[in-house]
């Protein structure tokens, strides 16, 4: 699917949300929806608030709260809480389901897909008799980065000790 057919799309059924909940239609809430949606990456309010603020946007901290809850709630936006408290972010309308690897140590989040988890999901399904609808699979670790300079630091505490 084309991203300005999907942009159209996603602003249709924001609007139709809006107008089904009778909330104000305002251009705030459609940068924000727009600004999402030009993203490919996981991010928090803040990050989102500055990078608008820092594009001339005219949107407050509360805007941006309040504009994200509602994308939520009409399955536009997906909240995840990866460890620690900060919730992150990601666009959802028309993207494939997919798992994480989120780093312990800096934060990192790294998407991925593995066709052996939707069979096990299947599997799983049948023999509870479930019918699973969506999953969530977050695993927790050190990347690369982080794992290379904690070794670094830990030959250097060694060293230092000797």
Not at 49 to 76: F, G, P
Not at 96 to 125: A, N, T, Y
Not at 142 to 162: G, R, V
Request: charged letters at 25%; proline letters at 1%.
């Amino acid at each position: 699917m084309s991203t300005n057919h999907n942009s159209e799309l996603v602003r249709k059924i924001f609007e139709a949300y809006l107008e089904n909940k009778s909330l104000r239609k305002t251009p705030e809430r459609f940068a924000i929806l727009e600004e999402i949606y030009s993203r490919d990456d996981h991010f928090d309010v803040e990050t989102l608030y500055i990078h608008m603020k820092n594009q001339k946007y005219r949107v407050s901290r509360a805007t941006v709260y309040n504009t994200l809850e509602l994308l939520v709630s009409c399955d536009l936006v997906t909240k995840h809480q990866f460890g620690k408290n900060m919730a992150q972010f990601e666009k959802s309308y028309g993207y494939h389901q997919h798992d994480h690897v989120i780093c312990i140590d800096c934060g990192k989040v790294v998407e991925f897909c593995d066709p052996r988890i939707h069979q096990i999901q299947s599997m799983v399904g049948d023999l509870l008799k479930f019918e699973i609808k969506h999953h969530s699979l977050n695993l927790y670790g050190s990347c690369f980065d982080c794992s290379a300079k904690a070794s670094i630091k830990q030959k250097e505490d060694i060293k230092h000790a000797s």
